[in-house]
């Protein structure tokens, strides 16, 4: 049984795959008229001839799907000519920094906000409790964007603790800690930005859910064994508040990312997000094209890794499908 | 039933507080660009100049006055999310309900799709038609809504299940209606507080995709948007007009989002049990 769910959704993930990487294959050709000239009409973009002939030799021998994939698994995904650089590294290169964004930003959201929703349900009633779930509720109904712009005139602007765009000090020369302190202080505000954003949900769920375990019969049984409340809370309770939050990770990682790529464009911070802002300011097709079908399949990833994070958190679930 | 719950919701802080912005919002939109005096796409006036009697909230860099902007640009984004939120709800609606009625090979068959849209990142595909083709907003609703049903469909899917074993409905067959009489008497009504949440929740997504893929760049930038006003103001933020120009449609993005969310938030507090209690 257990193997059964595994294959039926490693199905749909991988059909999901494929139906992404055969539209970035399509989609363009499905432009009207000449292909190349299509792709670069309306773009900042000009060509020269012998760029536009090397442009039109590698969609040639790109022409059948088969070879689009051998190309796909080579890292042989074209040339920017907005940026004069090959694809494939513009994305590798950027590729770090969002992945430092927003893998921080979700593992503290989480981490902190399964902690305060837990501690929150443990506290129920009380006013401080009521009034931490107001502010979340409110604080869940501010978009990322606005977050952002905020954060960005108050600190960077006004006060000008942080600054406003970068992921480092162009050209320093800085001992290895002064460079970890200068990438942090650059950080700093994107990522509160987006802890920000994915912190209440996380809270509101967790402590939703723990709200109701709490009420269970397990949870009394180890109160009556004389059992500290933090042991009771956390190695007996909060076990099964997480499932949830893991649930909502992964049916809202694509929105989230849509988030994520304002974010770095609000604070120019040298991610996919700002290549992409760049790449669709100078209407460079084949760039937009390569960072989406690598985020997409980045996220299917995720979500296909997501799926065995979840049998190992909840046994049931893996028995009981 | 049904006066219970509204009774319930008149004594929800969220919901009032959520139904009052909408009047709000909803008065501006439908009031508000007839009533400004200015065209929005009129590049007449003194370009970034402060608030005045005649311009409220001043004038762009374009020239064109920034009240009449932020209203166009509000109702094009309240628009595009009330949109997608219907047809996505329209879609979800029916296929739940065909799923779980008729059950079988249509039931499999429509739930693995949903299986594989769920996992196919909706903004990804958004981006990429959106680049390549510089289709119409409402085009690129409809795609969103094509990729947002899946969630609402299930919900529905499930709960349709569990009411269509219900007594009253053996009860109805057992007195000869039809199946169709069933699903638009019986089915249909009792799932209806499902649809508003289904509607909340998809319409927040899209009014929030909306501003952030106009903030990216990825609609006609002579379209009033309010992402679009905030990435164009962001450029000028070290000027001296940022509380005129930035700090409005930002104000405004997170009120309309607000609201969404604390309607939605205040409806699934009443129609989920399991929710109520815990809140």
């Given at each position: 049984m257990r193997r059964g769910r595994y294959i039926k959704h490693l199905a749909a993930y991988l059909l999901a795959g494929l139906i992404m990487v055969y539209a970035s294959y399509r989609l363009p050709r499905l432009l009207p008229g000449d292909f190349v000239t299509a792709m670069y009409a309306s773009s900042q973009v000009t060509l020269t001839a012998e760029q536009e002939k090397e442009i039109r030799a590698y969609y040639r021998q790109s022409g059948d799907f088969a070879t689009y994939l051998v190309n796909l698994c080579t890292l042989n995904w074209g040339y920017s000519y907005a940026f004069l650089a090959p694809i494939s590294r513009l994305i590798l290169e950027a590729l770090p920094w969002s992945l430092l964004l927003m893998g921080g930003a979700h593992v503290i959201s989480m981490l902190f906000g399964f902690i305060a929703g837990v501690e929150a349900a443990w506290r129920r009633g009380s006013y401080s409790e009521k009034a931490g779930v107001g502010c979340m509720t409110v604080l869940e109904g501010v978009p990322e964007i606005s977050t952002g712009v905020a954060l960005l005139l108050v600190f960077?602007?006004?006060?000008?603790?942080?600054?406003?765009?970068?992921?480092e000090t162009a050209y320093a020369v800085l001992s290895p800690a002064g460079k970890v302190w200068d990438m942090a202080h650059h950080l700093a505000l994107p990522l509160a930005t987006l802890v920000m954003a994915y912190f209440p949900g996380n809270f509101l769920l967790t402590r939703g859910s723990m709200v109701m375990v709490l009420r269970e019969q397990f949870v009394e049984t180890a109160r009556a064994k004389g059992l500290p409340p933090v042991r009771v809370r956390?190695?007996?309770?909060?076990r099964n508040a997480l499932l949830p939050m893991v649930t909502r990770f992964g049916l809202r990682i694509a929105f989230m990312i849509t988030g994520a790529l304002v974010v770095e464009t609000i604070y120019s911070y040298p991610g996919l997000g700002t290549l992409l802002f760049n790449a669709i300011s100078m209407r460079d097709l084949p760039l937009i094209q390569g960072i989406v079908l690598f985020s997409s399949l980045i996220v299917l990833f995720v979500n296909l890794a997501l799926d065995y994070v979840y049998g190992w958190i909840d046994p049931r679930v893996a028995y009981a499908s | 039933m049904h006066r219970r719950m509204t009774r319930e919701l008149r004594r929800d802080p969220w919901f009032v507080v959520g139904i009052g912005l909408a009047s709000v919002l909803l008065f501006l939109v439908l009031l508000g660009p007839p009533l400004v005096p200015y065209e929005p796409h009129d590049m007449s006036f003194h370009p970034?100049?402060?608030?005045?009697a005649e311009h409220w909230l001043g004038v762009n860099d374009g020239g064109m006055d920034i009240l009449s902007e932020l209203l166009y640009g509000m109702r094009n984004t309240l628009e595009f999310g009330l949109f997608t939120g219907c047809v996505s709800l329209m879609l979800g609606v029916t296929v739940g309900l065909a799923a779980a009625w008729f059950g079988g090979m249509l039931d499999q068959v429509t739930m693995r799709l949903a299986d594989i849209l769920l996992a196919i990142p909706a903004v990804m595909i958004l981006i990429m038609i959106a680049a390549l083709f510089r289709p119409s907003p409402m085009t690129l609703a409809l795609v969103l809504a094509v990729m947002l049903w899946p969630t609402t469909a299930k919900g529905i899917r499930a709960q349709a299940l569990v009411v269509k074993h219900r007594l009253h409905i053996h009860a109805a067959r057992q007195m000869g209606a039809s199946g169709t009489y069933i699903v638009v008497r019986h089915l249909l009504p009792e799932l209806f507080p499902l649809y508003l949440i289904g509607f909340a929740t998809k319409a927040r997504m899209a009014i929030f995709m909306e501003a952030s893929m106009a903030f990216l760049g990825?609609?006609?930038?002579s379209r009033k948007s309010l992402g679009i006003m905030i990435s164009y103001a962001l450029k000028y933020y070290y000027l001296d007009v940022w509380w005129n120009w930035l700090l409005p449609p930002v104000i405004l993005l997170s009120l309309v989002i607000m609201t969404v969310t604390f309607l939605a938030v205040s409806l699934e507090k009443l129609f989920d049990p399991r929710l109520k209690e815990a809140l």
């Open positions: 960077a602007l006004y006060l000008g603790w942080f600054p406003a765009a970068g992921a956390y190695a007996h309770a909060a | 970034l100049s402060p608030p005045s990825l609609f006609d930038p």
